[in-house]
């Protein structure tokens, strides 16, 4: 008997996603707190960095076969941002613990509906500036996956020697759908250093490991028992009492979880791992600069709102819907105000706002985070 596969012609029935949702968002502090992260943010369009990535889905994976799983701080907002989503589909985690046993717990929910389920794993906190093609490279990869026992990642060409993500080293071409480029996966590397990132992005040979992943709800469960039987053990046990239905159960089992990724548990040890190449014009808008660096600009290149003043000022990026904010003679900061905080930031040290969090937790000033 040969490999289960979905029917070209099903118009993708059987595809899931699964929208990660349950980070904190430090980076872009004080804009984003622990009850309005960065995925709930909307300095990046007219809507939320999520409901954009639910919008992205459209054509594709209705209402009814999106997942979204958070944490209880930001549950409620969600669910109302959220409205045509089934709530029970709203999941909010009782304790922190990393991509793996989230999706583990999605994929034993998905095989309980559809033993032919295709899982779509997608963060909701990342820009996606072609949305076209980012659903035709995620239909490639869904029409992949369908066959049992392939695993996909989504990797993004990369346009610089960048240190601060993971990358898929490619190996030979397995075939083209719809005109995107299916290649085996030799190797996962995680964030190198950056003379190895320029080789790695010089040779053309390797993606950037955008945290996009798709596989058969059961290959993804077969693949945890062959691995981390463990956690395998441990999902069946969940499964078992109800699932995401049983909130008491949940909350019980779930923190015993070892913290881990779904990279370092699973996707680093597998064989059997494909990617698609997608040239979507994405970026994890991973700090301010970046913030920066994707939003419109006035004639001086600083990115401010409309109750704002600059003179002799360039490259600033102010944010603030509250107070008037006036600039003089200042270059390349960023500028943030909210009310209870006001951060003023050198552009190029953005990266180091999450410090600031940091000291902020030591220091007990919990109102601020």
Sequence with gaps: MGPKTNSRNSDYAHVYAVIMAGGSGTRFWPLSRRKHPKQLLDIFGHSTLLEQTVARLEGLVPHERIYIFTNELVHGEILQRLPRIPARQIVAEPAQRNTAP?????????????????????PADHVIKKPAAFRSALKAGCRW?????????????????????????????????????????????EKPKLPVARRYVASKRYLWNAGMFIWRASTLIQNLQRVQPKMARELEQIAAAGGIDNGRALKKLFPRFEKISIDYALMEKLSGVFAVAADIGWSDVGSWAVAYELSQKDEEGNVRPNNSLSIGSAG??????REFLVTIGV???????????????ARERSQDVGKAVRELERLKLNKLL
Excluded: W
């Design 145 to 189: 996956a369908a066959t049992e026992c392939r695993s996909v990642v989504l990797g993004i060409e990369p346009t610089r020697p960048e240190t601060g993500y993971g990358y898929v080293r490619l190996g030979e071409l397995a075939k083209r759908i719809g005109g995107q480029r299916i290649l085996r996966v030799e190797k996962f590397t």
């Design 316 to 321: 600033n990026m102010l944010v603030s819907d």
């Design 331 to 345: 270059k390349d900061l960023i500028i943030v105000e909210t009310g209870d905080a006001l951060l003023v930031c």
């Design 102 to 122: 989230t999706i583990g717990l999605a994929a034993h929910e998905i095989l309980r509906r559809d033993p032919e389920g295709v899982m779509a794993i997608l």
